[in-house]
């Protein structure tokens, strides 16, 4: 048989699997997730390009041909074989498992995924999203190989840490704030030294949140980069 002809049959020896099991094309086409029609027409169209009749009307159903009985056999070593060397690829990537925290899912960590990707597609990337505490408890047990969070270094002594970045706050205030319509003077410096504060990093944060509820005010974060 030509490699051309070999190439032409490789798709359809699924069907022929399929059909093997119980020799009924309606489950036959639920195995394979699709329509009735589509797996009588391919099946039509593998007599076609064999030259055989592969199955014959057995009442209200159809039976396997003797010819497709003598086929099974080897249609199914061969499935076995391509599972086998998709397999072994399988085995031959490396794989990271990464934790990162719920607010870094938007922006940073598809960035680095999709990054990492392009530059070693010989590994594969498992994700775990969580809480700040939870990513560096998975870390910790061992489930995961790296974790992204905010402000590990000051917290987590144990393992390495790298700085990423630091990420500003920013102030937001509702329309008509004495901040905005300089109604009271001393209340916008107070509010600029609060941002100076909020803007320092991460590590600040809750110091501004806190100063921002004292006055009534909010603090949204902002990822930037």
């Known amino acids: 048989m030509s490699r051309d002809r070999l190439a032409e049959l490789l798709p359809h020896l699924p069907l022929l699997d399929a059909l093997g099991d119980d020799e009924h094309v309606t489950r036959a086409a639920e195995a394979l997730g699709v329509p009735q029609p589509t797996v009588s027409r391919a099946l039509r169209q593998l007599e076609s390009r064999l030259g055989v009749a592969l199955v014959a009307r057995d009442g209200r159903g159809i039976r396997l041909t003797d010819a497709a009985r003598r086929m099974l056999p080897g249609v199914r070593v061969a499935l076995r074989a391509a599972q086998d060397a998709l397999d072994s690829l399988d085995d031959a990537r490396s794989t990271v498992v990464l934790a990162f925290q719920n607010s870094l899912g938007e922006n940073l960590v598809p960035r680095l995924v999709r990054r990492l990707r392009e530059e070693r597609p010989d590994i594969r990337v498992q994700l775990w999203q969580g809480a700040r505490d ?13 974790a992204i969070v905010s402000g590990a270094a000051a917290t987590h002594p144990s393992g390495e840490t790298l700085h990423l970045y630091d990420e500003p706050l920013v102030v937001v205030v509702p329309e008509g704030a004495p901040a905005r319509d300089g109604r009271a003077g001393h209340a916008r410096g107070r ?30 974060h902002r990822l930037r980069g």
């Open 134 to 146: 939870g990513c560096l408890a998975e870390l910790d047990s061992g489930r995961t190989d790296l």
């Open 191 to 220: 509010r600029r030294r609060d941002a100076r504060h909020a803007q320092a990093g991460v590590r600040t944060a809750p110091h501004a949140r806190a100063a921002l509820r004292r006055r009534g005010r909010a603090a949204r």
